[in-house]
């Protein structure tokens, strides 16, 4: 099994930034590709950056040019740089592990961006 536990989330007002880390243990060496999701209430749970084992990375149009997604490998730790937050932003985040293990979730943690 994967265990991942997110922090960094908070309440910054709109233009701000923030940095959420997910840290990832258990059984590591199984874990594929990492990726950043999202969701607020009243919609689907949404993809927001992906990173591969290589460092590629991909980002939702709604978030290219704004987020990073990158990995310590030596840390276990996922990050996503969120610069220039937007009111529409605010959902809680989810940090999410693929691979030979299985699909794991963290628990989410929230960011809130105020106008």
């Known amino acids: 099994q994967v265990q991942l536990v997110e922090s960094g989330g908070g309440l910054v007002q709109a233009g701000g930034s923030l940095r959420l880390s997910c840290a990832a243990s258990g059984s590591i060496f199984s874990i594929n590709a990492m990726a950043w999701y999202r969701q607020v209430p009243w919609k689907q749970r949404e993809l927001v950056a992906t990173?591969?084992?290589?460092?590629?990375?991909n980002y939702a149009d709604s978030v290219k040019g704004r987020f990073t997604i990158s990995r310590d490998n030596a840390k276990n730790t996922v990050y996503l740089q969120m610069n220039s937050l937007k009111p529409e932003d605010t959902a809680v985040y989810y940090c999410r592990s693929t691979g030979r293990a299985g699909n794991y979730w963290g628990q989410g943690t929230q960011v809130t961006v105020s106008s």
């Open positions: 990173i591969t084992p290589g460092a590629s990375t």
